[in-house]
T-cell receptor
Framework: DTAVSQTPKYLVTQMGNDKSIKCEQN?????MYWYKQDSKKFLKIMFS???????INETVPNRFSPKSPDKAHLNLHINSLELGDSAVYFC???????????FGPGTRLLVL | DAKTTQPPSMDCAEGRAANLPCNHS???????VYWYRQIHSQGPQYIIH???NNETNEMASLIITEDRKSSTLILPHATLRDTAVYYC????????????FGTGTRLKVLA
């Protein structure tokens, strides 16, 4: 059974489009994260939600908007996609009061 | 910025112990040291974490110096499947459990 899943796995789109990436965890965790890994392999946190409440919001362009319909899901919507948005986006989750974050398989976004 | 520094790459012979160093000289007293690894382009995988005592689990051992300014991750019998980028992370004490990933060490296990 997949603990943290992301859809789609690959996403190729044109500049200027709006797209969403979905993340679901079946671990019963309370906190979820979005990370971005760029072409140089730097992995940076973008957002974190705890029980549907935003708790971390790094300096990310406001074209990126996370949405958490329930604590098992954290989706990432990106407006007006730019070339620089091309990256691998990882979702992660963690149980409250536990240290370990569990990462999803990643979504590879390519903006043309 | 990351609070850790690691060598960019290391090689290890299959079956031998892989010792991956990490420097975290500015670590605070209540900050944990975490190790994750990323195999190829998969999502990072948790390995181990510790505060000040040495830790061991089924994957690895973590040795933290007495002054806590550095640590070493030990994979006791490296296999080809251990080839990955290994990240040493010091978690911020803000309570949000935010990880700041550094550049990591690319470990290559050689047959």
């Amino acid at each position: 059974d997949t603990a943290v899943s992301q859809t789609p796995k690959y996403l190729v789109t044109q500049m200027g489009n709006d797209k969403s990436i979905k993340c679901e965890q079946n671990l019963g965790h309370d906190t979820m994260y979005w990370y971005k890994q760029d072409s140089k392999k730097f992995l940076k946190i973008m957002f974190s939600y705890n029980n549907k409440e935003l708790i971390i919001n790094e300096t990310v362009p406001n074209r990126f908007s996370p949405k958490s319909p329930d604590k098992a899901h954290l989706n990432l919507h990106i407006n007006s996609l730019e070339l620089g948005d091309s990256a691998v986006y990882f979702c992660a989750s963690r149980r409250e009061s536990r240290e370990t974050q569990y990462f999803g398989p990643g979504t590879r976004l390519l903006v043309l | 910025d990351a609070k850790t520094t690691q060598p960019p790459s290391m090689d290890c012979a299959e079956g031998r112990a892989a010792n991956l160093p990490c420097n975290h000289s500015t670590i605070s007293g209540n900050e944990y040291v975490y190790w994750y690894r990323q195999i190829h382009s998969q999502g990072p995988q948790y390995i181990i974490h510790g505060l000040k005592n040495n830790e061991t689990n089924e994957m690895a051992s973590l040795i933290i110096t007495e002054d806590r300014k550095s640590s070493t991750l030990i994979l006791p019998h490296a296999t080809l499947r251990d080839t990955a980028v290994y990240y040493c992370i010091v978690r911020e004490i803000s309570g949000t459990y935010k990880y700041i990933f550094g550049t990591g060490t690319r470990l290559k296990v050689l047959a």
